[in-house]
């Protein structure tokens, strides 16, 4: 099964070494990383994308714990919790098909934010399923390059994932 | 006061009550070792770097302080490597302090420029490169904290040469403050209960004391908790010494060239409790067969180690220091007294594996067998020396055949298996323990990997003694070669030119050999009482297999038997 651990680190440098290293290391599953700054400047956050039973979770999560740099670690998978990834999609488009993918754009509340003579790219926020969903779509046009950022995740409510 | 960066390290080092530093200077650590000249501090300068590593490894053995090695960039650092792991494998405490090229030079394949932070971040607790000054006594600070606290592991400190040389405002941190690491002391009370609950039902209990038990230094809780329930107990490699061998319910090593009753009551017990092990597969063999009947209670300070391996059934995290004496508590020596009756047929199960299956050898007279040469030397030195092995038969036979006596006494490179540790982790345990007797058991091929610290030892007068097991073989890999290739003898074959006597005498150490059995006994004492550092070359066949042996996939019961 599929867990999202929110980690909180020291944001100091190897960090990210240290993290990385470990998971390939040990031959954890990782489907998805992504780190950044948060509302405190000497923390950095990285929500990671396990796909593990529980033994392997107990693991993943023991071992990330005995860094020294890591402060906390909340699995948001059980929880109320807001799931985003960002993609960007470069997609070919000629005067012809542009508007059928200003259409497939609007239903899926995506945001054309590059055009030109024979492209668009589309920025699109959203849970995994529908990133997926939308790249199958416009794959019929031809699909140049896609970005994505990794999930990241938020509990709902008031408490911190410092905190839960 | 403003002093420098290398003035600063040496102040922290004081203030960490150092006693002694291994290491090996060069370009990037001048201005730290002119420092050490400044302050006279104490330094055993090794031949080469991985001889401080293993060294300042052995003494942290010993003593129970941490190890502290310096060297120098790029070769200097990258030759600490195997020691390093050597150190992880096995937790044990160690700082090390490397220098780094210039801030300025970081980064642009500079001139013995290794990232040795990037190196040695999987073979270490945690680690540091320092670019400025004022981050040192913090730093230092901490390295020695985590270094020693929790489940213990070496931490590397790379600081840049520049560094040394720059100044600060010096005052030492009192306290670490470190968010993310708060190593385990007290864990859960009630699971206490649970494991009481367990202990009391159990018909077949079995304690299995790893090396865990050695750096809590918990020995005497052990030895208390097994005198209170009666339980029997076996050791990992790593717990040999906690439990002297001669203890009655001792039943000795385990796993792959453990004894036949550890194995078989591995096999057959019905509750299984690990104190301070790791369930390596050294010990399990084939880990879906490990312990098949037993339910298991693992005591660790590290939750990571729970369900690694092997399935556990009850945790108790915490520091051993905390659970044995809590656990001890909680039996009621009344309800105590009442579980040797039940376990009594199973201990007399037990007597009889050991009666029937002991770990035996062939007594020749026309070789001299290394067995005899390992219980000659336990039976000489009473089980009072410091013994330290190298890696392969000679430190299986050791295992097997010294009969310990106390804990912290046996020194071994047992989770990474490194030839070449014997010696320069002898002579750190000598600078640790100078009142005590130290003897290293090497084979040919081992002892050939570190041989230079013949020099220190002798510069230094550490009357380590070095008995080298010659069987002109790389022995533990032709025995497999014997059982599980054919016999094709790939490259096992070491009988060459090399005179170790000759060797030993070209770098001050006196040294004898003995080619037969004949006043065996009598030259192992005269070793043994020479004043200072001495070697013995004992000539013993080729051929000798380690035994019982699990083989490698096999199941621990299924060993196969030695003994004619
Ligand atoms: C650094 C290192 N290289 C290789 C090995 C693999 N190895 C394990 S035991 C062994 C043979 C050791 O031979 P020797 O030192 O003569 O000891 P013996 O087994 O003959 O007692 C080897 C090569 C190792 N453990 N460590
Ligand atoms: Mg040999």
């Known amino acids: 099964m599929k867990h999202t651990l929110a980690v909180l680190v020291e944001n100091r440098p190897g960090v990210l070494t240290h993290i990385s290293g470990l998971i390939s290391r040990r031959a954890f599953n990782i489907e998805s990383i992504a780190a950044g700054y948060t509302e405190e400047s000497e923390t950095t956050r990285i929500t990671v994308v396990v796909e593990a039973d529980d033994l392997e979770l107990e693991q993943v999560v023991n071992q990330l714990s005995k860094l020294v740099d890591v402060i906390k670690i909340t699995d948001l998978t059980g929880i109320d919790a807001i799931h985003r990834e960002l993609a960007l999609i470069k997609v070919k488009a000629s005067s012809e098909t542009r508007s059928d993918i200003v259409d497939i754009v609007d239903i899926f509340r995506a945001k054309i934010v590059d055009v030109n003579r024979e492209t668009m790219v589309i920025e699109l926020t959203g849970e995994e399923t529908k990133i997926d969903a939308l790249c199958e779509v416009l794959a019929d046009h031809g699909i140049i390059e896609i970005v994505r950022t990794g999930k990241v995740a938020l509990s709902r409510g008031p408490v911190p994932a410092k905190d839960l | 006061m403003k002093i420098t960066g290398a003035e600063a390290i040496v102040e922290s080092l004081k203030n960490e009550g150092v006693k002694v530093i291994f290491g090996y200077p060069g370009g990037a650590v001048l201005t730290l070792y002119d420092a050490l000249y400044a302050a006279n501090y104490p330094h055993i300068l090794t031949r080469h770097e991985q001889g401080a590593v293993h060294a300042a490894d052995g003494y942290a053995r010993v003593t129970g302080d941490v190890g502290v090695v310096m060297a120098t960039s790029g070769p200097g650092a990258t030759n600490l490597v195997t020691g390093i792991a050597t150190a992880y494998m096995d937790s044990i405490p160690l700082v090390l302090i490397t220098g780094q090229v210039a801030v300025s030079l970081i980064g642009r394949d500079s001139f013995q420029e290794a990232d040795i932070r990037g190196i040695t971040t999987p073979i270490t607790k945690h680690n540091y490169l320092v670019k400025k000054a004022e981050q040192l006594p913090r730093v230092i600070k901490e390295a020695f904290f985590i270094a020693r606290t929790g489940r213990p592991g070496p931490v590397v400190v790379d600081v840049a040469k520049d560094v040394f040389a720059a100044e600060l405002d010096y005052s030492y941190p009192e306290k670490v403050e470190l968010r993310g690491y708060h190593p385990l002391w007290a864990g859960d009370e009630a699971v206490l209960g649970q494991v009481?609950?367990?202990?009391?039902?159990?018909?077949?209990?079995?304690?299995?004391?790893?090396?865990?038990?050695?750096?809590?230094?918990?020995?005497?809780?052990?030895?208390?908790?097994?005198?209170?329930?009666?339980?029997?107990?076996?050791?990992?490699?790593?717990?040999?010494?906690?439990?002297?061998?001669?203890y009655p319910r001792n039943f000795g090593l385990v796993g792959m060239h453990g004894t036949y009753a550890a194995n078989m009551a591995t096999t057959e017990c019905d509750l299984l409790i690990g104190l301070g092990v790791r369930f390596d597969d050294r010990v399990t063999g084939l880990l879906q067969h490990f312990a098949p009947k037993a339910k298991v209670i693992h005591f660790d300070v590290d939750p990571a180690e729970v369900n690694k391996n092997v399935r556990t059934d009850i945790r108790v995290l915490g520091d051993l220091k905390w659970s044995l004496p809590a656990l001890l508590r909680r039996l009621d020596p009344a309800e105590t007294a009442e579980w040797g009756e039940k376990i009594a047929p199973w201990l007399r199960l037990l007597e009889e594996w050991q009666k029937e299956n002991p770990l035996t050898y062939e007594r020749r007279d026309d070789v001299i067998m290394p067995q005899a040469v390992i219980e000659t030397v336990s039976d000489l030195t009473g089980g009072e020396a410091l013994v330290v092995t190298d890696v392969g038969q000679n430190q299986m036979w050791t295992a097997q055949f010294y009969r310990f006596k106390h804990p912290g006494s046996w020194l071994t490179s047992g989770g990474l298996g490194t030839m070449g540790y014997g010696l320069p982790a002898g002579l750190g345990a000598q600078v640790g323990c100078p009142e005590k007797h130290v003897v290293v058991f090497a084979g040919d091929g081992g002892i050939m990997m570190n041989c230079q610290e013949f020099d220190t030892i002798a510069k230094f007068g550490l009357p380590v003694k070095v008995i080298i097991l010659n069987n002109q073989v790389l022995g533990m890999v032709a025995q497999w070669q014997r059982m599980f290739y054919g016999g094709r003898y790939a490259h096992t074959d070491l009988s060459g030119r090399t005179d170790f006597v000759k060797l030993a005498e070209a770098m001050g150490v006196p040294a004898l050999r003995i080619t037969e059995p004949e006043g065996l006994r009598e030259t192992l004492e005269r070793v043994l009482a020479m004043p200072g550092p001495a070697v013995l070359e004992v000539r013993i066949p080729s051929d000798e297999d380690v035994l019982p042996m699990v083989p490698g996939g096999a199941r621990l019961d299924q060993m196969v038997m030695g003994g004619r």
Request: without cysteine; glycine residues 12%.
């Open chain 2, 196 to 246: 009481v609950d367990e202990m009391s039902r159990a018909r077949r209990p079995l304690f299995f004391v790893g090396g865990g038990v050695n750096l809590s230094r918990t020995a005497e809780e052990v030895r208390a908790l097994a005198e209170r329930t009666g339980f029997p107990l076996i050791l990992s490699l790593m717990g040999l010494g906690t439990v002297p061998s001669a």
